[in-house]
């Protein structure tokens, strides 16, 4: 099963556009990338998905090079309600419970 | 749509108890996941049910057990309590086991705190 690095924290401010990058080396030819999102005392919430080159969707967009063993969320102008935990997770399309969840990545927006 | 229901909000067990935990899955969703999750780190993969069985389990021990009803509502048991079972609780359901959507959507959880 791959495993994801990401940043532990991020800060930035409002109106400014947050890349925040997964490392996964060891993706497999069938995995696909996901983005959710969390709130404190909430459950996470699906961002974003992708397989390759570029997703764009009306909240995010998600990059991943030719060799897939990164990606890149990017929120374009944040605002204070984006502070939230965003977790990377990769894992085959068939099998959603293989997903494994690092600790995500703590994103603070400051006004 | 009121999407994924979780009962009770919060739990305050014991060392030892029993506790039983409730999700009601997304209109449509067949396919019920729950997670433990700690404070600071993502969610663990406890078991995944479809059709009333369950399908999939995760690295837990066997006091934690479940069942799906016929409504495709689903409840998470886990017995013998230990204080690290304390941590939120999360349900997600998606819909069906193996098909090419793994979007979740998940519940608010349950915060359980073992005494």
């Known amino acids: 099963l791959a495993k994801t690095t990401q940043p532990i924290s991020m800060d930035s401010y409002e109106g400014q556009e947050v890349n925040i990058t997964c490392s996964h080396n060891?993706?497999?030819?069938?995995?696909?990338i996901t983005w959710y999102q969390q709130f404190p005392s909430q459950g996470p919430r699906f961002i974003i998905q992708?397989?390759?080159?570029?997703v764009t969707n009306e909240v995010a967009s998600l990059f991943i090079p030719a060799d897939r063993k990164s990606s890149t969320l990017s929120l374009p102008r944040v605002s204070l309600s984006d502070t939230a935990v965003y977790y990377c997770?990769?894992?085959?399309?068939?099998?959603?419970?293989?997903?494994?969840w690092g600790a995500g990545t703590k994103l603070i927006i400051k006004p | 749509d009121a999407g994924v229901t979780q009962s009770p909000t919060h739990l305050i067990k014991t060392r030892g108890q029993q506790v039983t935990l409730r999700c009601s899955p997304k209109s449509g969703h067949d396919t019920v996941s729950w997670y433990q999750q700690a404070l600071g780190q993502g969610p663990q993969f406890i078991f995944q049910y479809y059709e009333e069985e369950e399908r999939q389990r995760g690295n837990f021990p066997d006091r934690f057990s479940g069942h799906q009803f016929p409504n495709y509502s689903s409840e998470l048991n886990v017995n013998a309590l230990l204080l690290g079972d304390s941590a939120l609780y999360l349900c997600?359901?998606?819909?069906?086991?193996?098909?090419?959507?793994?979007?979740?959507?998940f519940g608010p959880g349950t915060r359980l705190t073992v005494l």
């Open positions: 997600a359901s998606s819909l069906g086991s193996g098909r090419a959507n793994n979007e979740q959507f």
């Open positions: 997770l990769v894992g085959d399309m068939w099998s959603n419970y293989q997903l494994i």
């Open positions: 992708g397989y390759k080159t570029k």
């Open positions: 060891n993706i497999a030819t069938n995995d696909y």
